[in-house]
């Protein structure tokens, strides 16, 4: 994994740089948003996966998805990554590029479990009360984790605070067990 990282961060870094530049920062995550769904249909993954097929291929049905419905930009961009025999990292540079865009704008995703479907307010409070924490705009992302029992689990990054049922029963057996 670390290996693809590797190889789509420059990609991801100079989509960046290039957006912002020229203000359409906005406008590469729809064009990119469209490409990561062409290129994840199970037609355009049966059609990679064919041994037969050249660049010169991918190239002609990326073209013919592509024609009016992204940038010029993009359109040389996917050329590029296709001529590289990179397309296998675009869901990585997509990733990678919405992440220097969140930081750019000093926001921050932030995944919410809980066992139970969220209340809008309930999902405002703790987006509040994490927002005030790490002093940084959130962008909530709620899923569903029935294993919780109760309670909520918030992830940022590498940051965990388990706030469930469950994450408290676990921690009270570890201490019992000491």
Do not use: H
Not at 67 to 91: H, T, Y
């Amino acid at each position: 994994m670390a290996e693809l990282v590797t190889i789509a961060r420059p990609y991801a870094d100079a989509l960046f740089e290039l957006g912002q530049s020229a203000k359409t920062t906005d406008d590469w995550s729809i064009d990119l948003e469209f490409l990561l769904a062409s290129y994840r249909t199970e037609e355009m993954q049966n059609f990679l996966k064919n041994p037969k097929i050249t660049n010169r291929n991918v190239q002609s049905v990326f073209n013919s998805i592509m024609d009016g419905r992204v940038s010029d930009e993009a359109k040389n961009f996917m050329q590029l990554v296709i001529k590289n025999q990179r397309l296998q990292v675009l869901p990585l540079i997509t990733e990678i590029y919405e992440k220097l865009k969140a930081d750019a704008k000093g926001k921050v995703d932030v995944a919410i479990y809980s066992a139970f479907d969220l209340e809008a307010d309930e999902v405002d409070r703790v987006v509040s009360i994490v927002a005030k924490k790490i002093n940084k705009l959130v962008n909530p992302i709620v899923k569903i984790e029935k294993d919780l029992i109760g309670g909520i689990k918030v992830e940022i990054g590498d940051k965990v605070w388990d706030l469930s049922i469950n994450g408290k029963l676990k921690s009270m057996n570890f201490n019992l067990s000491k």
